[in-house]
């Protein structure tokens, strides 16, 4: 995917291996601020191995920029890509910790979700987040997204099974326009 550049202060794109030391330094830097939340690719192997899964059809990774420098600030993906009738996805996400509050997450991610909408022609993406992680139920909530439901052990993170909130958006209730004002806020 070419970079898509309609934010005022990030723009997206596909990860590259050239991003490699720049990404493993910004999730080591992060590693407190990440954890129990997310365990993301901390090493040449792993993010190797994160490369090429994006390159499977069910899974589509976006490195999240700074607009004035092009610095990586976080990443989303969206995962187990279903077309045909179905046409959803599951997202992930996280943001750098020198970057996170900053509103870059509110626009990369709704950027992410004009692309899915509209390019990919995705009907519905599902954001599925621990029920402690308060900034990531602030984001979609942000962005309009809707409790649909809890699910004890959902997910291991960290060697450990966690409970996750299901939270989903449908296409015809994105506003492009929200993940825009509310990262001016």
């Given at each position: 995917m070419d970079a898509l550049q309609t934010g005022r202060i990030t723009f997206i794109r596909s990860p590259r291996?050239?991003?490699?030391?720049?990404?493993?330094?910004?999730?080591?830097?992060?590693?407190?601020?990440?954890?129990?939340?997310?365990?993301?690719?901390?090493?040449?192997?792993?993010?190797e191995a994160f490369l090429r899964r994006n390159e499977a059809a069910e899974f589509e990774a976006f490195v999240i920029c700074r607009r004035h420098d092009g610095a990586i600030v976080g990443s989303t993906n969206?995962?187990?890509?279903?077309?045909?009738?179905?046409?959803?996805?599951?997202?992930?996400y996280w943001a750098g910790a020198p970057y996170a509050g900053q509103g870059y997450m509110t626009e990369?991610?709704?950027?992410?979700?004009?692309?899915?909408?509209?390019?990919?022609?995705?009907?519905?993406?599902?954001?599925?987040?621990?029920?402690?992680?308060?900034?990531?139920?602030?984001?979609?909530?942000?962005?309009?997204?809707t409790q649909e439901g809890y699910s004890p052990r959902y997910l291991k993170i960290a060697g450990r099974w966690r409970d996750h909130e299901r939270w989903a958006?449908?296409?015809?209730?994105?506003?492009?326009?929200?993940?825009?004002r509310a990262s001016a806020k």
């Open positions: 291996a050239d991003d490699a030391a720049e990404w493993i330094e910004l999730v080591r830097a992060s590693r407190r601020f990440h954890a129990p939340w997310i365990s993301a690719a901390s090493t040449p192997e792993a993010f969206l995962s187990q890509i279903f077309m045909g009738p179905f046409r959803s996805a599951y997202m992930g990369g991610v709704g950027l992410v979700l004009t692309h899915a909408f509209r390019a990919m022609g995705l009907h519905r993406v599902e954001a599925n987040l621990q029920p402690e992680n308060a900034a990531s139920r602030a984001l979609v909530q942000r962005l309009g997204f958006i449908l296409s015809e209730n994105w506003r492009p326009s929200r993940a825009r």
